[in-house]
């Protein structure tokens, strides 16, 4: 024979094809590369992921949480991929890591005092107008 038959790789994945992905961190210098199983799920590559930037040392530091990122495509647009989804689903291998956005209502409860005060700079309401209308 002329070829030679692949060896069976027990425990590496679930056995499909094994693809080269180019992940691009937003605020590093250059891209991610490694090698994943095409069924992957997406938590997954965005997990390794993290592990590959933290082994490599590069920065900004990003931390390892990998609920508090999202992977794009450019085949979706605006749309993050689903964490469940497999990454060969997509037919592309160029992605892009962002971390997720914290909604501003968090942001504005935690660095105010209470919550009555930030509810009055929600609405816009100064603390003077309400003690005037009281009286």
Same mark, same amino acid.
């Given at each position: ?14 056995? =499909? ?55 794009? %495509? ?7 991929? %689903? ?5 060969? %689903?997509? =037919? ?44």
């Amino acid at each position: 024979m002329l070829f030679k038959q692949k060896k069976d790789h027990a425990g590496r994945g679930c056995g =499909g094809n094994r693809i080269l992905i180019t992940i691009t961190v937003v605020g590093s210098a250059g891209p991610l590369r490694f090698v994943v199983d095409e069924k992957e799920t997406v938590a997954t590559v965005i997990e390794i992921a993290l592990k590959s930037y933290a082994r490599e040392g590069r920065l900004p530091v990003l931390g390892t949480k990998f609920n508090d990122f999202i992977l794009y %495509s450019p085949i979706a647009g605006t749309e993050a991929l %689903s964490p469940r989804e497999m990454i060969g %689903s997509f =037919g592309v291998r160029n992605f892009m890591l962002c971390k997720k956005a914290r909604r501003q209502v968090e942001i504005k409860r935690k660095n105010s005092g209470s919550w009555k005060s930030w509810f009055n700079k929600s609405l816009g309401l100064n603390s003077k107008l309400l003690t005037i209308q009281k009286y």
